[in-house]
């Protein structure tokens, strides 16, 4: 298939070799709440990659200083040239992070000069993990326009337009999961009802089951309950579809993307959740603006660090 106008031009790494010395490339970092992943390329294709486990959440100063000395025993870090990174947290316009809800005491912590300061010389830029995501599934996906939504403990995900993020890092992320959806909603951890992360994240599916059985339901057993076509976990499964179709739809009335793709680790687990979102999506269809299709995401967990990567070939 013809690559579209806009695509990213990314080349395909091949295996690092043992023994071999990387030579000037770009870095990929996706920074979690309890993971961080490394991705190095190098001009020739060449990659190198490595993770390690935060310890119990302590103070941003130290958490630093784990990334540091992680970094000084990674063999692709010599000659990174761009770095990438993907963050869970929320940036402000003056780089400071104003939220993080896994490790608060990095809030109001300088990110720009923090990540600078860990990789003199090279350009460093970074951006929301769900929009890098989006990146990183268009690219796979050869679609220059998508829209991704990834559904797990929240709900995040990205648009992607002409092969670039929208709106773009340097005018913040693409919070699909403050979309309001209900009005009349559960409350959101932002201050609002109806966030579509209210209604659709996983835990919010679990406690809108829990409501409708009267009794406490965990992922074991609504993936149990939708086996047996409970009515409780169908009902609980429905309003979730609905609500992310609702987005979807709602997205594509204004920005248009070619496809939308569903993923995140709830998703993955609810193999069901796809198609009744996607039966949604087909009853908001009106005349002569068709939504788009829907399919599931490619990536998995890979989609940020991806991301990350594609963000650094971009600077």
């Known amino acids: 298939m013809p690559r579209r106008t806009g695509r990213l031009n990314v080349r395909a790494p091949r295996d690092q070799q043992p023994g071999a010395v990387m030579a000037p490339g770009c870095l990929g970092i996706d920074i979690g709440g309890t993971k961080v992943a490394f991705r190095a390329e190098t001009d020739d294709g060449r990659t190198e ?14 958490d630093l200083a784990d990334l ?9 870090r010599s000659g990174i ?15 400071r992070i104003t939220a993080w809800p896994s490790r608060p005491a990095w809030t109001g912590l300088a990110l720009g000069p923090a990540l600078r300061a860990l990789f003199p010389g090279a350009a460093v830029a970074w951006a929301d993990d769900g929009d890098l995501g989006a990146l990183a599934e268009a690219d796979a996906a050869d679609c220059a326009h998508l829209l991704y939504v990834g559904v797990g403990t929240g709900v995040g995900g990205g648009l992607v337009l002409n092969g670039r993020l929208c709106p773009g890092p340097a005018r913040g992320s693409f919070e699909i999961g403050h979309l309001v959806v209900d009005q009349d909603g559960p409350a959101c951890v932002c201050g609002r009802r109806g966030c579509l992360q209210a209604t659709a994240s996983g835990p919010a599916t679990l406690a809108h089951a829990t409501a409708l059985r009267g009794a406490p339901v965990t992922f074991d057993d609504l993936r149990t309950g939708l086996r047996d076509h409970l009515p409780w976990a169908v009902a609980a499964l429905d309003r979730t579809a609905r609500a992310l179709a609702t987005a979807v739809a709602g997205v594509s009335e204004l ?7 569903l993923g995140g680790g709830f998703a993955a687990g609810i193999p ?23 399919g599931p995401a490619h990536l998995g967990g890979l989609s940020s660090l991806r991301g990350a990567l594609l963000l650094a070939r971009q600077l």
């Open 272 to 294: 069901a959740l796809l198609e009744a979102v996607t039966t949604h999506l087909t009853t908001l269809t009106r005349p002569g603006h068709p939504t788009p299709p829907l």
């Open 255 to 261: 920005l248009h993307p070619e496809r939308a793709l």
């Open 81 to 95: 040239r761009a770095v990438g990174v993907a963050m869970p947290a929320t940036v402000g316009p003056d780089e």
């Open 68 to 76: 540091a000395g992680h970094l000084k025993e990674f063999p692709g």
């Open 49 to 62: 990659e490595s993770s390690f486990t935060w310890g119990p959440h302590r103070d941003a100063d130290r």
